[in-house]
């Protein structure tokens, strides 16, 4: 069929070799050349057939990596959470910074003291708990911190102190009676230190206290009897001292009070009635 001048066409020669016994007389045909020629629509579809049959690239994505960016949208999420709250956190009171700093003048230093630093917030200083809300100290932990020195006065000044904790250490000298003046003071741990003199009167005015262990120090003379003036105490440890006298009657009033531990001191006379009826004393 010869080529049409309407349609554009793709001249391909191709040589047929026709050499063969065309019959049982052994009679073969000559050599011929043949010309063939192929529409362009034909030559489109013969290649979009062989592309059809090549082996394809996936275009879709590895199966994990939509996991691997739903994490990393959580990480950074969770990382600017955290960047906002760090930034509105309110900078500590300047009443607090001087109250911890004084602790450190007398203490020298300790394990962590080099985070007790002016130029830091005192929420990042060791053992130290602030407020989220007002920045307000509420924790002072340093237990076993190989803490040398006596407890500073200022201690006091700590309006917001909830929790403090100084057991295990080398701390030595009176206790200030500005413990008394911490109002909103519920756990007071001095235990497993040097402290000597008497136990401050007034302790039993702290109407949230709920633990005191003052034991395994030197602390001398009587139990305050105001102690158990406390409505709140649960726990009231003062073994391994050098007390001394009667063991006050107002700690069987105590309606809080379940462990009492007076151990190894010098106290003398009967053990009150009172603390015999206690009703939630155990030990």
């Known amino acids: 069929m010869g080529p049409s001048s309407s349609s554009p066409l793709l001249r391909v020669p191709q040589l047929v070799s026709a050499t063969s016994t065309a019959s049982s007389h052994g009679q073969q045909h000559p050599t011929r050349s043949v010309r063939t020629y192929f529409h362009t629509s034909s030559l489109r ?8 049959l090549l082996p394809q690239r996936s275009s879709s994505l590895h199966p994990s990596y939509p996991a691997l960016v739903l994490l990393f949208a959580i990480l ?9 709250i ?6 500590p009171h ?3 910074v001087a109250a911890l700093i004084a602790l450190k003048a007398t203490w020298g230093d300790f394990q962590g003291s080099d985070t007790w630093r ?17 920045g307000r100290v509420r924790r002072i932990d340093l237990s076993g911190c190989q803490i040398q020195g006596s407890l500073h006065r200022d201690i006091g000044n700590l309006p917001a102190l909830e ?20 109002s909103k003071l519920q756990s007071l741990f001095l235990d497993r230190n040097e402290f000597n003199g008497r136990i401050p009167v007034g302790m039993g005015s702290l109407l949230y206290l709920r633990m005191l262990d ?25 073994q ?39 009703p939630n004393l155990y030990s």
């Open 94 to 96: 300047p009443d607090d």
């Open 240 to 278: 391994h001292n050098q007390l001394s006298g009667k063991i006050p009657s107002s700690l069987g009033a105590s309606p809080s009070l379940s462990v009492l531990i007076l151990s190894f001191n010098r106290l003398d006379g009967q053990i009150p009635y009172a603390i015999g009826t206690a």
């Open 163 to 182: 929790s403090l904790i100084l057991s295990n250490n080398e701390i030595y000298g009176s206790l200030p009676s500005s413990l008394s003046r911490l």
């Open 118 to 134: 002016v130029t830091r917030s005192c929420r990042e200083w060791k053992g130290v708990t602030c407020d989220p809300g007002t």
């Open 86 to 91: 760090s930034d509105e956190f309110p900078p």
């Open 76 to 84: 950074l999420f969770r990382f600017s959470v955290v960047a906002a």
């Open 214 to 238: 003052l034991g395994y120090n030197n602390l001398t003379g009587a139990i305050p009897d105001d102690i158990g003036n406390s409505r709140s105490i649960s726990s009231l440890i003062l």
């Open 45 to 52: 579809s013969f290649t979009s057939t062989r592309q059809s």
